[in-house]
């Protein structure tokens, strides 16, 4: 039985992917942990603290070694300590000269962490391509829409309309910048984790910072400036990251959500054949991608709460935050793996429906227009008294029934300044969206 959804034959689906699981699974995980340890014993002997053939045994183990979950697990249990376990195993099946020095000198954050930053280095890899490929698509549809009139909306109530293209527009700048912090919090990160019982090396003596660049060369990883035991800032910015990525997608999903209601009708996300909305409402087409992007993104804002709170730790070593990232980090890379999945399912799949758009617009009549007309009043009457005029008219027409026209012209100040003709000219589409397009076109250079 799975304790996570994401481990789930039924619904882990949802809640991670392959690729995710190929990285944090149990058998990826040891697995890694045996590379890192023979990569360590490699290093070692390469700056003469371990016999090059004793390192030789340990990378053939490695290399071809089954693993032996469970047995793992007795030793682990039997030790109560979250790596000796696996050491066990593995001494037991070295070779006798090889067997006292696996591990040598090292503690269990050397290997841990290590393996953590291996980790962010292949998520960074699967997030760079995805977040590539979602700021292509939002492109695409910014250059396909750049002059699509639809209404813009504030507070969740029609203002003035604007291109479709510049909302996708905005969308791709967002993750274009993502983009940009990953690329620029790589080298943070992705750091290996040598420092022994206290993170001073003691145990190596003389040739423990070559010890130190020789295991980061072969790992290929960073060197840290000194060791991170107790500096959580690295997996937390990352999984901070992973949190802003989840939430800009999240934005994304809430907003097709909202757009595509019948109500509105302006998009809709792709429908897979045989999905079914409800077992009692049979017409229905649920938004079941978009809607499920903020659910992601809600619990990886929750990891990244987890993380910020593994950054307060005591003295040279403390294992209760530390413990608490074996839970949020690995739980943060796979929601939002999968939140980048689908995302890209429903940007690259997204169907704009511009007939629908421009109905929307029309049915607002000259009201949607009220701002050209109040900055042409503006230059008669002085701008926040244009506001006043048009302000009232606008709640009159509400109250009264009647048309923004008709409201407006009802204002004795109004017929001075306008004739019912020059509000109506303030009808003009192309004209109100203002820079819109020119934006549209600055997003798309700056992509390159």
């Known amino acids: 039985m799975s304790i996570h959804l994401g481990d789930s034959v039924v619904y882990g689906h949802l809640w991670s992917t392959e690729e ?146 510049f909302k996708t527009a905005v969308w791709a700048a967002e993750l274009g910048r993502h983009r940009r912090r990953l690329a620029d919090g790589r080298s943070r990160w992705e750091v290996v984790q040598l420092g022994g019982a206290l993170g001073t090396l003691e145990f190596w003596g003389d040739q423990a910072l070559n010890l130190l660049d020789a295991f980061a060369r072969r790992m290929g990883l960073g060197v840290p400036t000194i060791p991170w035991i107790t500096s959580r800032d690295g997996p937390t910015e990352f999984v901070h990251l992973l949190a802003m990525v989840a939430s800009t997608i999240a934005k994304i999903g809430n907003e097709i959500m909202e757009l595509q209601r019948l109500e509105i009708g302006e998009v809709r996300e792709p429908f897979i054949e045989g999905t079914v909305g409800s077992i009692t409402m049979p017409q229905k087409r649920n938004p079941e991608l978009s809607e499920h992007l903020d659910t992601l993104a809600r619990l990886v804002r929750a990891d990244a709460s987890v993380m910020t709170e593994a950054m307060i730790q005591l003295h040279e070593r403390d294992g209760r935050p530390w413990k608490a990232e074996w839970i949020a980090l690995p739980e943060a890379v796979a929601l939002t793996l999968s939140a980048t999945r689908y995302a890209l399912m429903l940007v690259e799949g997204l169907e704009a429906d511009e007939d629908r758009m421009r109905a929307n617009i029309d049915a607002r009549g000259v009201s949607v227009f009220a701002e050209p007309v109040m900055r042409t009043l503006a230059d008669r009457v002085g701008k926040h008294t244009a506001h006043d005029i048009v302000y009232q008219a606008a709640m009159r027409g509400v109250e009264e029934g009647l048309s923004f026209a008709d409201a407006l012209m009802r204002d004795p100040r109004v017929p001075a300044y306008l004739s019912r003709s020059d509000i109506e000219e303030q009808a003009d589409i192309g004209r109100v969206m203002g820079a819109g397009p020119l934006f549209v076109d600055r997003v798309i250079r700056a992509a390159g």
């Open 20 to 165: 995710a699981r190929s990285i944090l699974g149990e058998q990826a995980r040891f697995r890694a942990w045996l590379d890192i340890l023979a990569t360590l014993a490699e290093a070692q002997a390469e700056v003469g603290l371990v016999p090059a053939e004793a390192a030789r045994h340990i990378r053939d183990y490695a290399t071809g070694a089954e693993i032996d979950l469970d047995r793992i697990a007795t030793e682990t249990r039997a030790t109560g300590h979250s790596t000796l376990g696996l050491i066990r195993v593995l001494r037991a099946t070295l070779p006798e000269p090889a067997r006292e020095w696996v591990y040598y000198g090292a503690t269990v954050q050397d290997l841990t962490d290590t393996w953590t930053a291996t980790v962010m280095r292949s998520v960074g890899d699967l997030l760079e391509r995805d977040l590539a490929r979602l700021e292509a698509a939002a492109l695409v549809l910014a250059r396909d829409h750049r002059t699509t009139p639809m209404m813009g909306r504030t507070h969740a109530q029609p203002g003035l309309p604007i291109p479709f293209g």
